[in-house]
């Protein structure tokens, strides 16, 4: 409602802005939510494996790092999966923190694999080759699923 008279009153006013029916829902639907969840919680288990069982050496970086993306996947997995309020919130800090990690170890790894084949010369380029294949194991689950799921929550949550 714009009132005449004086212009700060006008200038103050908002128009209401009916909302369309075909928008999406401020939640996330319970099919998507029950996949992103089964997704995080496949995800947990894989960086556990990953990290914890297949890793022979212990390297606190490492293992702060993977241990505290564990520990959000599986939050993230349990709020989705049972349709808790607080679940898409924790998707999305799980979501932004194992992007956040994932472009780091992507990094890390490339930059180290182009050292490694640039000082070493030949064996060099053996550890390259196999510091990039870890890159590409790293990248579809701690970088493209992520951004796939902060996609996907961008406007489905308050």
């Known amino acids: 409602m714009l009132t005449k008279g004086h212009p700060s009153l006008a200038a103050k006013a908002t128009p209401v802005i009916p909302r369309d029916l075909n ?42 790092g993977a241990g505290l993306l564990v520990v959000l996947e599986l939050v993230a997995a349990l709020g989705l999966i049972s349709g808790a309020r607080w679940g898409a ?4 800090i799980a979501g932004a923190t194992a992007l ?8 890390l790894l490339a930059v180290t ?16 080759v196999v510091l990039g294949l870890v890159a590409a ?15 996907w929550l961008r406007e489905r949550t308050p």
């Open 23 to 64: 928008m999406p829902s401020p939640s996330p639907t319970r099919r998507a939510s029950l996949a992103f969840g089964f997704v995080s919680l496949s995800t947990a288990a894989l960086l556990f494996v990953g990290v914890f069982v297949g890793l022979p050496a212990r390297w606190w970086p490492v293992d702060a």
């Open 137 to 151: 194991l790293v990248l579809p689950y701690c970088v493209l699923l992520p951004a796939l799921q902060l996609w």
């Open 89 to 92: 919130l924790a998707a999305r």
């Open 113 to 128: 694999a182009s050292w490694l084949g640039g000082v070493y010369g030949p064996v060099g380029k053996g550890g390259a």
């Open 100 to 107: 956040l990690l994932g472009l780091v170890a992507v990094t």
